[in-house]
């Protein structure tokens, strides 16, 4: 357990109003959490001060050899007054995952989950409770030793921040359109594309300008080797609706994220009776189901955006509309249970929820 010390900021600031529309990651909370690292004493001076910036050498191996990671997860307003986190156990697993990959001192689950914990409840006034906002909280790791030469680094700090945040798209669930790469590629089998680290968005960022200047939302990855096998849709996975059937690419190739909400996604359609499939998903079989008339709905899942609708996707200049171009029931009925459970406003049947405690941890079983 974390001995944290809380030093209060002197200057607080204003909190966006109920008035005030918040655009995702542009506002941060009064104070965040720090934890640093050095080899041979393992973890230690957990402690939340005022927001502020870092201090770090030029020569922190984060700047040149990229070791870091970072997780997502957010907190929400239910209508009760109560804050609650949703499944933040799996961000504690998945962040062993990460950390472990990438040769970084792995922060035990039940301190991960005490710092989140501790930091929201100081800050529980900023979750804000306009419809569709949350309080985005992003813990991640840097390499912080001040040497060049490309090994583990000595010494790490982990780090917490919050901002209060409206929906990831401005559009909020108005389908999008997916440019379709076929051109660069995201992650290799054997390479990190299944973890939360910088380098996997720093790599995908050429697809999304190309995605923009075509005048779409975002790309579309397929896989490394064949470039065949459709993979992730920018920050997040994909799910297709073809023939009745809820069919998403399986992690099994070791370069796609395994998403929060991707697992809850599926959960819930088995619970509803829909067929599910996790398995390779051909380029070539999906324009073949469109040409069928088979592809009922696409959409994205994310702890940002939830759910992300799909109106139309462009592969080599052809583009493939989506049914009508608009929301698929499907998709609607899963970003309200979602969103439904993560505000506390529908049951949770399979006790996704944690309620912020002001106690130095959730309870919850690692």
Not at 42 to 59: D, E, K, Q, T, Y
Request: hydrophobic share 40%.
């Amino acid at each position: 357990m974390l001995d944290i010390s809380i030093t209060r900021t002197g200057n607080p600031s204003a909190k966006p109003g109920a008035d005030k529309a918040l655009r995702f990651g542009r506002i941060f909370t009064d104070h965040m959490f720090l934890l640093d690292y050095t080899q041979g004493e393992g973890w230690h001076g957990a402690r939340i001060v005022p927001f502020g910036n870092l201090s770090l050498s030029p020569a922190a191996m984060v700047f040149h050899y990229a070791q870091e990671m970072f997780e997502g997860l957010k907190a929400y307003r239910a209508p009760d007054g109560r804050t609650l986190l949703f499944r933040p156990d799996m961000n504690a697993r998945r962040m062993g995952t990460t950390c472990a990959r990438l040769c970084i001192p792995e922060v035990p689950q039940e301190d991960f989950l005490q710092a989140v914990n501790t930091l929201v409840h100081l800050e529980k006034d900023w979750v804000p409770s306009q419809e569709g906002s949350s309080l985005y909280i992003r813990p991640y790791i840097i390499a912080t030793e001040g040497v060049l030469g490309v090994a583990p680094s000595k010494t790490y700090l982990f780090v917490i921040i919050l901002s209060p945040s409206g929906s990831y798209y401005e559009g909020g669930l108005t389908p999008v359109g997916i440019w379709i790469e076929d051109d660069y590629v995201r992650a290799a089998p054997g390479g990190m594309g299944y973890l939360k680290a910088g380098g996997n968005y720093a790599c995908s960022l050429v697809g999304q300008v190309k995605a923009h200047g075509a005048g779409y939302a975002q790309a579309l990855w397929l896989d490394a080797v064949h470039r065949r096998f459709i993979e992730e849709v920018g920050a997040m996975n994909i799910f297709f609706k073809i023939a009745g059937r809820v069919v998403t690419p399986d992690l099994s190739c070791g370069s796609i994220l395994a998403g929060v909400t991707r697992d809850s996604v599926l959960t819930l359609c088995r619970d509803w009776g829909i067929q599910t499939e996790e398995r390779p998903i051909a380029i070539d079989e999906l324009l073949e189901c469109w040409g069928r008339g088979e592809v009922e709905e696409v959409f994205g899942t994310g702890t940002a955006a939830v759910i992300s609708p799909v109106g139309r996707l462009c592969y080599k200049d052809t583009v493939h509309t989506v049914g009508d171009g608009g929301i698929g029931p499907l998709s609607r009925r899963l970003y309200d249970e979602l969103t439904g459970i993560q505000y506390g406003r529908l049951a949770d049947r399979h006790g996704w929820t944690r309620e912020v405690q002001g106690t130095v941890n959730l309870g919850v079983p690692i």
